[in-house]
């Protein structure tokens, strides 16, 4: 018997796919825009081969809705994209020839509050070389951690161009950046950028203040911003390694103040949930919210389709752990308001075959307000 949530959780009803490419937005508080595949899940290999995704808006307590999007389908991989913010929806990212002499290109955009999209042109021409590439564009860092390079944020307007060339984590009003500085994402960094301290920006002023952590300490890729409580937060993943809980005492992360710029250091215990994830390439992902931190144990090492294994939801309170929801989760997101958390959700990796009676769906359980 698979045990209870102690949060309230809503079940979409959608059949999700176990993809990096079908990402989860909150467009407010109560509604989402995701990427769903019906709602039934194929029970041949045939009709696997034929899986196609559709955009779905999901306003919770009602039942999720198949969203009329303009030219907009995702069949096995796509060029396209789609996010939602502060009540807008974005989809449909093409590129258009802004001059053909220059080589320059420029993106369109389908855009606004749901029913209501325009097509949009977005301003900024891109030259198109190895630099600027189309996949700079589609990769962009799910938790809002860019390279600089021109690139363009989806839902929200381009970046001051002194952040060009640079990685770096905007906060939600745009009044702090977390740099990371040059070259921060590339996969071989030397012991100069090792040692490189990141810094904080206030963009009022433009002063930059020295963070007491390095890229040999944290990555780009391992950084959030908790909008919630105004606060950056970023975890222990030196770089070419994977997070191995199973051998230190602890596994470290931090909190960045953006007022005060205090840093605070945390420590989560070892347990079941600690090990190397990996078999899968992953590394287990650390949330905060309104209602404290948790982090995602992400794959199961198990076949089972019950509680046992250790892939799980957990919550990190008071330096004890404990387990929130058993499964495999990914693609997960926090509301603008800290309070709820969605996610792609099977009770097993398996859960996606042909074989099983259960189905993978999005979820999303109410951390403020507990049973």
Known sequence: MRAEVPYEMYVSGVFVANSAKTPIYWLDN????????GKKKPKTHQ??????AHLYLWRLGKEAERYPAKRWTLKGHTQKGYCAERG??????RWEKDDEEAKLSIWTRYSGPPGAE??????????QSARYSRKTFSQLARNDVFSGHGATRRCEPEPDVRMTGRTWLRDNDGSHYLDFGKNADSRNKNDEV????????EVKTWRRFDVPLTLAETRPKCAMHDRANNRFVLWSCPAG???N????????????????????RYCIPPGPWSGDPRNLGLSNDLLA?????????????????DDAGVAALYQFSGGQVRRILPGHLSQLAVSPDGCKLAFHHQWSLYDSSIDTDTTPMMKVIDLCKPK
């Open 241 to 243: 390694e994977y997070s």
């Open 118 to 127: 325009q097509l949009e042109r977005l301003t900024r021409p891109i030259r």
């Open 30 to 37: 109560e509604s989402l825009l995701f990427a769903g595949h």
């Open 47 to 52: 009709e696997y081969r034929r899986i196609e």
């Open 88 to 93: 807008n929806i974005y989809y449909d990212f």
């Open 194 to 201: 090792l040692a490189r301290q990141l810094q904080l920006i």
């Open 289 to 305: 919210t309104s209602a404290g931190f948790f982090f995602n144990r992400p794959y199961s090492d198990t076949r089972q389709i």
């Open 245 to 264: 809980w199973s051998t230190v005492d602890c596994y470290v992360f931090w909190t960045l103040d953006e007022v005060t710029r205090e840093l605070s």
